[in-house]
């Protein structure tokens, strides 16, 4: 069989360089289309859009579950009484420290909204249980309190605050 | 591989050195500890070397023999293509549908993703026609490779197969009517021949448990043909490329390396032919296709004129030659089973058709043949047409059940040379070459050229921003069609498959994100239940689609004297016209895709008084010039002046028809501007990687042939 000989060295070896390189940067960039089509696509981006709620049927002491982008959003109106447990809790004693007034909007703090999804393992905890009086998570047994912060269990961190806003008084707009 | 050295001594021709000794071809060396461990306990290492590295390969070998190699590429490209559209579509019959716009308007690459998906399928059976025809030509199928060219055959087979239930998937008219002919070809298997059908079907006719079996199927069967590939070449790995001489090599002299001569030189084509598969992908992506599968399925009502996709024509004008049933259905797979005999119905020991001079003029009427055929399957079924049909046909079998036989007895073969290296060999492939694409691409345009227009004019051509290459639509005539369709068309048409948000997307009118809530807070739909159950209507918001005027086709038809005015999401690709020869293959280098929104502007200003004679056959139609039959169901629905337009385009009928079927073109293909722009990337590049590929071949060979 045909060899191939060793003259013209340098100038074959730029062009078969320069071929694989071209190459390899048209097959990387075919991984683009093949990746991108697994995110989102446009029209679950635009389902994903703010949620307003009209807080005025939620009545104190009362906890209800809305959807946004398809997670469990909670909207708890809380008492008074879970309001100063929230409040007293020293940071010390939080495994994630974050004050109550963080996590509410100043001037609402009966309104509690919280991303329902234990930061564990993504179950959904269960509202005004467990020895916190705030979450119970039923999967794994990690436990929120009234703040929906972690205070025991093998949960991380506190359940997430989504982005939202007071429209008027008694609206939010989330997302 | 330490195993089977002895295999491999002069594998696969039993070649000779030089000196005579039987030649050992190199074999796989691990070059370090790691490897030598892991090849001792899975030769893996050995058997891809052997396969695509040291597997010795005539050095005479033209480009039509680059063909394997691209029906590879173009296997894994439909594989990968179609598992991740699978991610995306819904097989049920009210879904499909929408999923597939889903995919074409929503998901990111959607259109590209399927775009290659379809346009591949062709791209495949263009190959496996040219690799197909270069056995016959040179003879590859006879001993020892008859094993091998049955092999290719059911891949053939299987490959329609897999191009048929594919077809189906995207639930428009042709693929339910195509579903539909294609199974009632088992109606005609006697006695059982109904329950067969039924059995199919699942079910009394086409329906949902046709669509999602049918789905199944076209997801197994490129893992079954993927593995009847491994024992075609497998099996040509033992019996070795035959080669443009049909002597088979002797010396090492007669062959070279497959890898890196054999590689490059395939690589270097199948750049060129990814060249040919970009322009269609990106620039006249529904060339290939029927502007009636971009109508939903009805059950109801038949396309006039229904015809298979392309590359299944020469079979289909077969069936339609002849007039019994079972007869019919009989030829259409005879003529492909009889493929699997050709090493036994043609009886010459001479391989190659270039030492044959009778059957290499047998051979090209047989090529002319198979084209006519197809051109034939394109037309309706009537006059002399089925004449035309019937001659070619009876001559299909003649020259794979007479002439082949005979020839062989009574040709007297040119002088073989004595080995491949003493061969001097005329360089006419590239001419072949040419001519044969000219003519695939002739049979292509043959699908377009069959939707039965009952003798309407043509429409005249109208020159829109959004043809050729550097296509875009016109922002402003898109926003004063828009401004038409909520005006006029929106009373009856529905707009179902295009949300509010579109209307600010990039690429299409670009109305401001505010200018778009407002248009759809003027809308209303139906509310989430409330607390009682009560469903409410709401404004509509960015994320909903337009609502439909009518709430269901009965309500549309009662209001309009009985006629359904179609949803006009994807109307503009749902509509064309006969182009006729030669312009269709004229098309193809014009990337004419604008049959459609010509045909909607036509009809939109073709009413007119009906001439002496004709009569309208109802007091609900209307004469339209464009119309097939002339009598529509539609009012003229436009008028001058009837629109007022803010930034002083004409108030004519003649200018809202082009606005709104510009903007019924971009909702039909939202990302077109997106496409094009891509289109002129992926060219440019395959072009630049062509041309080095080219040199680098040069360079690799250029010891071979000094």
């Given amino acids: 069989m045909t060899t191939m000989s060793s003259d013209g060295h340098s100038r074959r070896d730029f062009l078969f360089i320069a071929t694989g390189t071209v190459a390899a940067v048209g097959g990387a960039a075919t991984l683009v289309p093949l990746v991108a089509q697994m995110n989102p696509d446009a029209s679950t981006i635009a389902a994903g859009a703010p949620i307003e709620v009209d807080l005025t049927p939620i009545t104190e002491g009362q906890a209800i579950k809305v959807f946004w982008r398809g997670k469990p959003i909670y909207i708890s109106h809380r008492t008074k009484k879970e309001i100063e447990e929230a409040q007293k809790v020293s940071l010390a004693d939080l495994p994630d420290p974050q004050t109550d007034a963080q996590r509410v909007k100043k001037g609402h703090d009966q309104w509690l909204v919280l991303v329902g999804i234990c930061t564990h393992l993504g179950c959904i905890p269960i509202a005004h249980q467990g020895d916190y009086d705030g979450f119970f998570c039923p999967c794994h047994g990690s436990q929120y309190d009234t703040s929906g912060r972690i205070r025991r269990g093998p949960a991380p961190l506190n359940l997430a605050v989504p982005p939202y806003e007071f429209v008027s008084d008694s609206k939010i707009k989330i997302g | 591989m330490s195993g089977n050295t002895s295999n491999h001594q002069g594998w696969p021709y039993n070649l000779k050195t030089e000196a005579g000794e039987p030649y050992v071809i190199p074999q796989y060396e691990p070059q370090n500890g790691v490897l030598r461990w892991i090849e001792s306990r899975l030769p893996i290492g050995g058997l891809l070397f052997g396969t695509a590295v040291s597997f010795p390969t005539p050095r005479n070998l033209n480009y039509w023999w680059t063909f394997g190699g691209i029906l590879s590429f173009m296997l894994v490209v439909q594989i990968i293509t179609g598992i991740v559209l699978v991610m995306h579509f819904t097989p049920h019959v009210d879904m499909a549908f929408n999923s597939v716009e889903a995919i074409m308007r929503d998901v990111n690459y959607g259109w590209l993703l399927r775009y290659l998906h379809a346009n591949g399928a062709s791209m495949f059976f263009v190959a496996v026609y040219i690799h197909m025809f270069r056995g016959m030509y040179y003879g590859s199928y006879k001993a020892p490779r008859e094993i091998l060219w049955i092999l290719g055959v059911i891949i053939y087979l299987l490959m329609m197969a897999t191009g048929f239930l594919g077809y189906t998937l995207p639930w428009g008219q ?108 990106f620039y006249i992506p529904n060339y290939l296709g029927h502007p009636d599968n971009y109508i939903p399925a009805n059950p109801g009502v038949t396309p006039t004129h229904i015809v298979p996709e392309w590359y299944y024509l020469p079979f289909y004008a077969i069936l339609r030659s002849i007039p019994d049933k079972l007869a019919g259905v009989c030829a259409l797979f005879g003529s492909i089973l009889l493929l699997a005999f050709l090493p036994w119905l043609d009886t010459s020991k001479v391989k190659s058709a270039t030492y044959r001079p009778l059957y290499r003029q047998f051979f090209w009427i047989f090529v002319a043949t198979c084209f006519v055929l197809g051109w034939l399957g394109s037309k309706p079924a009537e006059g002399g047409y089925v004449l035309a049909s019937r001659v070619l046909t009876a001559w299909y079998f003649i020259h794979l059940l007479v002439v082949l036989p005979i020839l062989g007895f009574v040709e007297t073969p040119k002088a073989l040379p004595n080995s491949i290296s003493e061969s001097v060999l005329k360089k006419g492939s590239v001419a072949a070459l040419v001519a044969l694409v000219i003519g695939l691409a002739a049979t292509f345009g043959m699908t377009n050229s069959a939707s039965a227009q009952d003798h309407a004019p043509n429409p005249p051509a109208v020159k829109w921003s959004f043809s050729g290459p550097f296509g875009k639509y016109d922002r402003g005539q898109l926003q004063r069609g828009f401004k038409v369709y909520r005006e006029v068309c929106q009373a009856c048409h529905s707009l179902s498959l295009v949300s509010f948000r579109n209307l600010a997307e990039k690429g299409g009118p670009e109305f401001s994100i505010a200018q778009a809530e407002a248009v759809a807070a003027e809308y209303k739909v139906k509310a989430e239940p409330d607390d009682n159950g009560d469903v409410n209507d709401r404004p509509a918001r960015l994320a909903d689609r337009f609502p439909a005027p009518f709430a269901n086709e009965q309500a549309a038809r009662a209001s309009n004297g009985g006629a359904y005015p179609p949803d006009m999401s994807v109307l503009a ?118 041309g080095l590929l080219y040199f680098t071949k040069k360079k690799v060979w250029n010891d071979v042939h000094a």
Avoid at chain 2, 220 to 234: D, E, K, R, S, T
Avoid at chain 2, 245 to 265: C, I, L, N, Q, S
Avoid at chain 2, 649 to 678: C, G, I, N
Wanted: aromatic residues 16%; contains cysteine.
């Fill in chain 2, 573 to 690: 690709k749902a509509r064309g016209y006969e182009r006729g020869f030669p312009l269709f293959i004229a098309d193809i280098f014009t990337q004419y895709q604008e049959g459609g929104p010509d045909y909607l502007v036509a009809v939109l200003t073709g009413y007119e008084n009906p001439p002496a004679g004709f009569k309208l056959p109802s007091a609900s139609s209307f004469y339209n010039k464009y119309f097939p039959g002339h009598a529509i169901g539609m009012p003229k629905p436009l008028s001058d002046g009837q629109v007022e337009y803010g930034d002083g385009a004409p108030a004519t009928v003649d200018q809202y028809s082009k606005d709104v079927t510009a903007f019924l073109m971009w909702a039909a293909e939202p990302h077109l501007e997106a496409r094009k722009r891509l289109g002129l990337q992926v060219l440019a590049f395959l072009i630049i990687l062509s």
């Fill in chain 2, 174 to 281: 042709m693929s339910f009517w195509g579903a539909t002919v294609i199974t009632n070809f088992f109606s005609a298997i006697p006695i059982v021949g109904e329950s067969v059908v039924t059995w199919l079907w699942g079910g009394y006719g086409i329906g949902n448990p046709t669509l999602q079996r049918f789905f199944s199927l076209h997801y197994l069967l490129p893992f079954v043909i993927a593995g009847v590939v491994i024992l075609h070449i497998w099996a040509l790995h033992v019996v070795g490329q035959n080669n443009p001489t049909g002597v088979e090599p002797r010396t090492v002299k007669d062959v070279v390396p497959f890898t890196p001569y054999a590689t490059v030189k395939d690589m270097f084509f199948m750049c060129v032919f990814c060249v040919v598969f970009a322009w269609f992908a």
